[in-house]
Nanobody, 125 residues
Framework: QVQLVESGGGLVQAGGSLRLSCAAS????????MGWFRQAPGKEREFVAV????????AYADSVRGRFTISRDNAKNTVYLQMNSLKPEDTAVYYC??????????????????WGQGTQVTVSS
């Protein structure tokens, strides 16, 4: 099991930027595929981005591709989500998650073993 703690959320105007961080502890961080998900009020939790254990491979939801960038620093046991050109529809609680299936870039919530507590991102129009 790996423990995850997100930070970096907040209130930003449309068009602005935020950088989320997720610090991991407990198990060998580089053994995990790491994902970011989000959940808006009244909606289901949805996939945002995923990064391979090495950091060489990434995938994004269509709604954020070209605006968000996922990255990781295995030496610091941290994964990041750089969010640019934010829109009001990006408002949600953002969660990082770890998948022990390190061979696949999975976008499915059910394939992630461990979750952080979430950080709120609010984008005003």
């Amino acid at each position: 099991q790996v423990q995850l703690v997100e930070s970096g959320g907040g209130l930003v105007q449309a068009g602005g930027s935020l950088r989320l961080s997720c610090a991991a502890s407990g198990r060998t961080f580089s053994n995990y595929v790491m994902g970011w998900f989000r959940q808006a009020p009244g909606k289901e939790r949805e996939f945002v981005a995923v990064i391979s254990w090495s950091g060489r491979n990434t995938a994004y939801a269509d709604s954020v591709r070209g605006r968000f960038t996922i990255s990781r620093d295995n030496a610091k046991n941290t994964v990041y989500l750089q969010m640019n050109s934010l829109k009001p529809e990006d408002t949600a609680v953002y969660y990082c998650a770890a998948s022990s299936d390190y061979l696949h870039l999975t976008t499915k919530l059910s394939e992630y073993n461990d979750w952080g507590q979430g950080t709120q991102v609010t984008v005003s129009s």
